[in-house]
């Protein structure tokens, strides 16, 4: 049975990397944010050979550092082992690569997400999306909770066969 669960400026759904630069983005802007993973303990969760940076990584995360996003100072206070990478070729390719510590990565950035003001952290899986008349959204979760927001940010992550839709 559907009910109705609370409202919000903004929802993330999913909490890896790009869910949790985006909703940490949208509550230090100030505006009442939601998040919202599958599982808790699966916040910033990364693959069994988890590593940070890269020559295409690696310039990303030097934006989103700029930035003032998180995943930068999270890499340098989790790191194991780090090397530069490509010292064979040109200047241009070389690139600092780091291998984290997965767990304590996803521990921290989950921590990180508790202490930020404007921002709930939700477990829920959520199975439908839809635009309301008053120009807001609303997402179900499995367990049919409803909840509205004015914007939603959908960061479900590479594994699902993610696509990029404009418009």
């Known amino acids: 049975m559907e009910y109705f669960a609370g409202s919000y400026d903004v929802i ?3 909490a890896g990397h790009a869910g949790i ?29 988890p590593s940070i940076g ?3 990584k690696g310039h990303l995360v030097r934006e989103i550092d700029a930035l003032g996003g998180e995943m ?14 490509n010292l064979g070729k040109g200047p241009a ?12 990565y996803s521990q921290g950035m989950k921590h ?14 959520i199975v439908d999306l839809y635009r ?6 609303q997402v179900k979760t499995k367990l049919e909770a409803l909840f509205n ?3 939603v940010i959908i960061a479900t992550g590479t594994f699902l066969g993610g696509r990029v839709y404009i418009g």
């Open 93 to 104: 390719v070389h690139s600092l690569r780091a291998q984290i510590d997965r767990r304590e």
């Open 54 to 56: 890269g020559t295409s």
């Open 149 to 151: 927001a004015k914007a």
């Open 12 to 14: 993330v759904i999913g």
């Open 112 to 125: 990180t997400l508790e202490l930020q003001e404007n921002l709930d952290i939700r477990q829920g899986e």
């Open 21 to 49: 630069e985006a909703c940490l983005a949208a509550a230090r802007l100030g505006v009442k944010t939601a998040v919202f993973t599958i599982n808790l303990d699966w916040v910033g969760n990364m693959p069994c050979n």
């Open 132 to 137: 309301l008349e008053n120009g807001e959204w």
């Open 72 to 85: 930068g100072k999270a890499a340098d206070k989790y790191t194991l082992q780090s090397r530069m990478l």
